[in-house]
């Protein structure tokens, strides 16, 4: 499966287990057009509420990565 994605994408096999992993943390319901790859990495490894919830204020309005990561330390 690897073998193929990476001749298809030329990704690295770490990136693509790592993009598998992200990809898999986080609920279809969840995902957006809103939601890219940096803000699900970033989400990842939380909660699944708190997922949840920041899944759905970068629904409500396209939050930039860096500004998530400053929201999320705040509270």
């Known amino acids: 499966m690897y073998a193929q994605a990476i001749d298809e994408t ?3 096999y ?3 287990r790592n993009d598998k992993w992200v990809a898999s943390q986080i609920e279809l319901g969840d995902r957006s057009h809103n939601l890219g790859i940096a803000h699900a990495i970033q989400i990842a490894s939380l ?3 708190d997922k949840e919830y920041w899944a759905n204020e970068i629904k409500k309005e396209k939050i930039p990565v860096r500004e998530l990561k400053r929201k999320q330390n705040q509270t």
Do not use: I, K, N, S
């Open 10 to 12: 030329g990704y690295e």
């Open 47 to 49: 909660p699944q509420e």
């Open 14 to 16: 770490g990136t693509l």
